[in-house]
C-alpha cells in the first residue's frame, strides 16, 4: 500500500495558484518526498523533491511541513498543460521501486 | 541529451504468445526500472536492473522477465500472454549513484493490447 494520501482530485483555474496536498504520516528520517505528474498517455514525469526543508525549481514548490507527515505542492501559475495525475511518494534512498499510489487528479479550466 | 526510449510504441498479440519490449535508458544513467499500468491497478513496479543484475522484483508472476545488457539497454519478456497483460508497460531510468540520485526518468510507454 502506498504511504502517502492525496485527494482523488482537484480544480483550479488557469493562471491562479494548484496547491496539491499529501499526507505521510508514517514517513521516516530517510525517506525523500518525491512529487511526478503523468499527463494523459504520457509516462511519469520527475517534478521535484525534498527531505526536510523546501524546495522550488522551475516547475514548481514543495513546502515540507517541520515535522514531515504533510507536504504541498504548489505549481504558482497554473496553465491548462498542467492537467495532469500528480503523485505524492515517499521513498528511501532505494529510489527505484517508486510506490506510485492513486496521486490526485487536478484539472485545470480556462 | 536524448530520453528514455521504449520500443516498440505499440504492440498487439493474441493470448498464449510471449512478447518482448526494449528500452534504451538516458545517456549516463545505469539503473533500468519497469513498470505496468493498468487502469484497475494503476502504476505498478515488475523490476530493477542496475549493472546487469536485477536488485529488485515486485509482486508478478515468474512469466514476467527481464535483462539488462553491459550498455543499460534493458528488455522486459513476458511469456504465456493472459488478456489481463494488456496494459502500458513504462521504463524509467535513473543515475542510481545515491541519495536523491534515484530520481527516475520515465520513457513514453509501450502499449501491450492482448486478444
Known amino acids: 500500500d502506498a504511504k502517502t494520501t492525496q485527494p482523488p482530485s482537484m480544480d483550479c483555474a488557469e493562471g491562479r495558484a494548484a496547491n496539491l496536498p499529501c499526507n505521510h504520516s508514517?514517513?521516516?528520517?530517510?525517506?525523500?518526498v518525491y512529487w511526478y505528474r503523468q499527463i494523459h498517455s504520457q509516462g511519469p514525469q520527475y517534478i521535484i523533491h525534498?527531505?526536510?526543508n523546501n524546495e522550488t525549481n522551475e516547475m514548481a514548490s514543495l513546502i515540507i511541513t517541520e515535522d514531515r507527515k504533510s507536504s504541498t505542492l504548489i505549481l504558482p501559475h497554473a496553465t491548462l498543460r498542467d492537467t495532469a495525475v500528480y503523485y505524492c511518494?515517499?521513498?528511501?534512498?532505494?529510489?527505484?521501486?517508486?510506490?506510485f499510489g492513486k496521486g490526485t487528479s487536478l484539472l485545470v479550466t480556462p | 541529451k536524448a530520453g528514455v526510449t521504449q520500443t516498440p510504441r505499440y504492440l498487439i498479440k493474441t493470448r498464449g504468445q510471449q512478447v518482448t519490449l526494449s528500452c534504451s535508458p538516458i545517456?549516463?544513467?545505469?539503473?533500468v526500472s519497469w513498470y505496468q499500468q493498468t487502469p484497475g491497478q494503476g502504476l505498478q513496479f515488475l523490476f530493477e536492473?542496475?549493472?546487469?543484475?536485477?536488485?529488485n522484483k515486485g509482486n508478478f508472476p515468474g512469466r514476467f522477465s527481464g535483462r539488462q545488457f553491459s550498455n543499460s539497454r534493458s528488455e522486459m519478456n513476458v511469456s504465456t500472454l493472459e488478456l489481463g497483460d494488456s496494459a502500458l508497460y513504462l521504463c524509467?531510468?535513473?543515475?542510481?549513484?545515491?541519495?536523491?540520485?534515484?530520481?527516475?526518468?520515465f520513457g513514453p510507454g509501450t502499449r501491450l493490447t492482448v486478444l
Open positions: 508514517t514517513i521516516s528520517g530517510n525517506e525523500y
Open positions: 525534498g527531505l526536510k
Open positions: 536492473y542496475f549493472s546487469e543484475t536485477q536488485r
Open positions: 511518494i515517499v521513498d528511501s534512498n532505494s529510489g527505484y521501486a517508486l510506490n
Open positions: 545517456s549516463g544513467h545505469r539503473s
Open positions: 524509467a531510468s535513473s543515475l542510481s549513484t545515491g541519495g536523491a540520485l534515484y530520481t527516475q526518468y
